[in-house]
């Protein structure tokens, strides 16, 4: 499963997990707001994985996650957590550690998947 | 079908915890969620952990334990202690975990709305994955702590608890109050999150840990009320001593047995009651031990079991002074009629003393309980955890139809009783009193059976003496008065007769008329009686 996360050798230096709770509203407001920001701001440079937890409990227990939705940063390291519907986009920024200025600076050739 | 089932009276799912199914009436509600709230270190973990460990061992129902503080593996850990391998029902497939406990390694940032749904899939995974009739979840409060918006958690410990219940098992759920005496949890919505709700104190009473469990409500279904002691011990976990489980429905027996003196037993009317309780209670020195020492050696002579549990001597002691009266406790010993349990009360609170002197006498099966003394053991507890001890003791030792024999120590040489004594003098069935007798000044030993329940027994108040064989009973105490209230007064032949014959005198004038013929007929009696020695 995790091996899936780096496919096609893309650059991806952001290896993202979101586990959510069947096909809610909740669950789709977080994805689409999990995608949205991504784009705008790690255009090309993520893996998204998105698992819902009723169909596979046991990547929840593994992953220790009790809250839907929940995103976890896989990499780059440290490991990091945001739980929520992700509306809240600089939150989710601070969780991941993005800062979009440097990003902006730092990246120049953005990849599209 | 469901239909059915929701009409139907309440079950109870015997949980196999030491004596709890007693007090719970038969055990936990089945399939219902159970709150078990209690202060830090009150036992909580071990009692949620204990239902699932009794269940997988005694019942073959499997378990799902949901930790939300400690993590598995100190759990796994800790539980060693009790003889739960839970690693092996792990892999034997009988438990699972369901690891919620906090990760300080990883920061979580909230942003937005959430809910649970994530913990109750792992539930019912688990629940599922091992075939659980029985779920624990330790601990509610820890959830809030892990989320700061309270009012979701809220939310969704009310649909977990729901869902519990969808899942056809039996969950205990544990929380964490503040105090021992105050509100139920911390968070004050635990306890509508389920639909029985249950107590454990911890409290500390006099410099004495005193733990108690209390089935607040059971809904639908009836329970004992109000606290009861329980303790934890290595071998057997949570272990509940049942006070008013123990009724009084020992049928009593009216075989007599021989106190080990002959003269006592005719004091008694002819010895005491098989299935009797006996206080023997006097100052130091005034032959308690001796009694006891006797009562076991007359037990052993016609081949009884006796068990002395001794609290105020050593065992060389003891031994030393049962040679002293002519009794060889160590020959007893290794035929086997006496077993001696000598320690001092200090090194276990008196719940655990109740279990080991239980498990001592279903072992061991005596037909003769010692107990010396009643007062040593009194300084370990609480007055309520004392009294509560001899209840238990008690009723236990007559279940078992075994005569047990206590000695107390009144603490004033001459005369008095001991708070002991006040405390457990309705539980006994006998009590009989050692005191000294000052006399033209010699200090003289005074036995008297003050009460001898459903037998005749001599009144008299009588002097004895020790020596190398033993205890010898003399005459009674004729001319003296006040040897129960310590101060012994000697009354002269003459003065007693002018006392006596004015005391008839008085009664004879306040009755004459309707029984005077009676009353001159006692006067005559009495008079003689007295003028006799």
């Given at each position: 499963m995790v091996g899936s996360l780096f496919q096609g050798g893309s650059l991806a230096n952001y290896v993202l997990r979101l586990f959510v709770t069947g096909t809610s509203p909740r669950a789709e407001v977080a994805v689409a707001n999990l995608r949205r920001i991504c784009e705008q701001e790690l255009q090309g440079r993520y893996e998204l994985q998105v698992i819902d937890v009723l169909e596979q409990p046991q990547l929840a227990e593994d992953e220790k996650v009790l809250a839907t939705p929940t995103l976890i940063k896989q990499l780059p390291p440290p490991l990091r957590r945001v739980i929520g519907d992700l509306s809240d986009k600089d939150k989710v920024l601070l969780g991941l550690e993005v800062r979009p200025a440097a990003l902006a600076d730092s990246d120049p050739k953005p990849k599209k998947k | 079908m469901n239909e059915q089932s929701n009409d139907a009276p309440v079950q109870k799912l015997p949980t196999g915890i030491g004596s709890f199914d007693v007090i719970a009436k038969g055990g936990l509600p089945e399939n219902r969620t159970t709150l078990l709230s209690g202060t830090a270190g009150s036992g909580k973990t071990v009692f949620a952990m204990q239902f699932l460990a009794s269940g997988i061992r005694d019942a073959d129902q499997r378990g799902v334990f949901v930790t939300f503080e400690e993590s598995a593996a100190d759990i796994r850990k800790n539980m060693r202690s009790f003889g739960w391998d839970l690693a092996a029902w792990e892999k034997q497939g009988k438990l699972a975990f369901v690891d919620a406990s906090p990760d300080p390694h990883i920061e979580i940032v909230e942003s937005g709305g959430f809910d649970l749904g994530a913990l109750l899939a792992r539930m019912e995974n688990a629940v599922r994955k091992v075939g659980a009739t029985r779920v624990s979840v330790d601990s509610l409060g820890a959830v809030f702590s892990q989320f700061s918006d309270q009012s979701i958690v809220r939310r969704e410990l009310f649909r977990i608890a729901s869902a519990l219940k969808g899942m056809g098992v039996t969950a205990l759920l544990t929380a964490e109050r503040?105090?021992?005496?105050?509100?139920?949890?911390?968070?004050?919505v635990e306890e509508f999150i389920a639909d029985n709700v249950m107590v454990l104190r911890n409290v500390l009473d006099d410099e004495i840990r005193r733990r108690t469990i209390e089935i607040l409500k059971f809904r639908g279904t009836d329970h004992q009320k109000g606290e009861f002691p329980f303790t934890i011990v290595p071998d057997g976990g949570f272990v509940v001593i049942p006070l008013s489980a123990i009724q009084l429905k020992q049928h009593s027996s009216d075989v007599r047995i021989s106190s080990g003196s002959r003269e006592l037993d005719e004091m008694c009317g002819g010895g005491f009651f098989r299935d009797s309780v006996i206080l023997i209670s006097g100052a130091t020195g005034t032959g308690k031990t001796l009694t006891v020492t006797q009562f076991l050696n007359g037990g052993a002579a016609v081949g009884e079991r006796c068990l002395l549990l001794a609290f105020e001597e050593s065992r060389e002691q003891l031994f030393r002074n049962a040679i002293g009266w002519g009794v060889d406790f160590e020959r007893m010993e290794r035929e086997g009629t006496l077993r001696v349990l000598c320690d001092y009360p200090e090194v276990a609170s008196l719940e655990d003393w109740l279990l080991t002197i239980q498990r001592t006498v279903e072992e061991f099966k005596p037909n003769r309980v010692a107990l010396d003394s009643l007062s040593a053991l009194e300084r370990v507890g609480t007055m309520k955890a004392f009294r509560e001890f001899v209840i238990g003791f008690t009723s236990f030792i007559k279940h078992q139809e075994i005569a047990g024999l206590f000695t107390s120590t009144t603490p004033s040489l001459m005369g008095g009783t001991s708070i002991t004594e006040g405390h457990i003098s309705t539980l006994t069935d006998s009590i009989i009193l050692l005191r000294y007798v000052e006399m033209f000044g010699e200090m003289k030993r005074g036995i008297t059976v003050l009460k001898m329940r459903g037998s005749i027994h001599d009144k008299r108040i009588r002097e004895f003496t020790i020596d190398g064989k033993g205890m010898h009973l003399g005459r009674p105490?004729?001319?003296?008065?006040?040897i129960l209230s310590g101060t012994p007064v000697h009354v002269s032949p003459a003065d007693l007769e002018r006392i006596w014959s004015q005391f008839d005198a008085d009664v004879g004038e306040r009755l004459r008329g309707s029984t005077g013929a009676d009353v001159g007929e006692r006067r005559r009696g009495s008079g003689e009686r007295r003028r006799s020695p």
């Open positions: - | 503040t105090e021992d005496y105050g509100p139920i949890a911390r968070f004050g105490f004729r001319n003296v008065t006040g």
